[in-house]
């Protein structure tokens, strides 16, 4: 959930070259089932030599598709905090000036 934190705040909020084009990738990735990247994920593994180790079972999730989903989730979040602040804001003038019933 950190690393999905970190990336979504870096596409939310730090302006860089191919910054669309690399979330477009991200995108995709979602589009991808987990259940197709079971085998090469495991040849992936085995020819690393950590097939019998806890690896896998830390570095698929964290860098994996749940990953991938929730950098792109986070990604809206400041957009949609900012906006919700900001329609707070706009509610609260009004009954302040006397509008709002």
């Known amino acids: 959930m950190a690393v999905a934190a970190m990336a979504g705040y870096a596409f939310a909020r730090i302006r860089f070259p191919g910054q669309n084009a690399l979330f477009l ?37 964290v860098l994996g598709a749940p990953s991938v989903l929730a950098a792109a989730s986070m990604t809206a979040l400041p957009v949609l905090v900012v906006f919700v602040l900001a329609q707070r804001q706009f509610i609260e003038g009004l009954a302040h000036t006397g509008l709002k019933g």
Do not use: R
């Open 25 to 61: 990738v991200v995108l995709l990735g979602l589009l991808i089932p987990s259940e197709v990247t079971i085998v090469p994920l495991f040849q992936m593994f085995h020819g690393l030599g950590l097939t019998d180790t806890h690896w896998p079972l830390i570095v698929v999730p």
